[in-house]
Nanobody, 124 residues
Framework: QVQLVESGGGLVQAGGSLRLSCAAS????????MAWFRQAPGKERAFVAT????????YYADSVKVRFTISRDNAKNTVYLHMNSLKPEDTAVYYC?????????????????WGQGTQVTVSS
């Protein structure tokens, strides 16, 4: 069992930056592929970025590539999402998730555990 708690969301102006954190409980964090998803009002949950169990592989949605960076610190049981050059269309609730697929995958259906989400609002 893994419990995930996101933090770091907030209100930021367009062009600004935020760093989201996701703290995980449990001693098996380092065996999970991790990801960030987001859900905007009236839209389905969408993939943002994923990272493999040892941080060696990452993959991004085209909409955030270059602007966002996913990373993890297995010693701290934490995964991060560094978001730069934020745009109003990045406004959403951001969720972190853990998958038994160690390499990290795109589909939300392959994720076993989810956090409660953190709101990111980007003003124009």
């Amino acid at each position: 069992q893994v419990q995930l708690v996101e933090s770091g969301g907030g209100l930021v102006q367009a062009g600004g930056s935020l760093r989201l954190s996701c703290a995980a409980s449990g001693r098996t964090f380092s065996t999970y592929g991790m990801a960030w998803f987001r859900q905007a009002p009236g839209k389905e949950r969408a993939f943002v970025a994923t990272i493999g169990w040892n941080g060696g592989s990452t993959y991004y949605a085209d909409s955030v590539k270059v602007r966002f960076t996913i990373s993890r610190d297995n010693a701290k049981n934490t995964v991060y999402l560094h978001m730069n050059s934020l745009k109003p269309e990045d406004t959403a609730v951001y969720y972190c998730a853990a998958s038994h697929f160690r390499s990290g995958v795109v589909s939300p259906h392959n994720y076993d555990f989810w956090g409660q989400g953190t709101q990111v609002t980007v003003s124009s």
